[in-house]
């Protein structure tokens, strides 16, 4: 799996942005893992960081 994220704007703004790419071993077997578990673990990993996210930017709009 490879990934990169985050891309300035401007001096005061930055993008996010998430590139994922992977690809399992093991032919059908893959094909089942990622359809079974896989693909949810990662819906699960971006709501995660998108939950952190929305409170780090709370937090400090909040100081702001």
């Given at each position: 799996m490879k990934?990169?994220?985050g891309e300035a704007i401007d001096g005061k703004s930055t993008r996010i942005v998430?590139?994922?790419?992977?690809?399992?071993?093991?032919g059908p077997i893959?094909?089942?893992?990622?359809w079974l578990v896989v693909r949810?673990?990662?819906?699960e990993m971006?709501?995660?960081q998108?939950?952190?996210l929305r409170?780090?930017?709370r937090a400090s709009v909040d100081l702001g």
């Open positions: 990934g990169d994220c998430d590139r994922v790419t992977y690809r399992l071993p093991w893959g094909w089942m893992g990622d949810r673990r990662i819906r971006f709501a995660y998108r939950s952190i409170e780090i930017l």
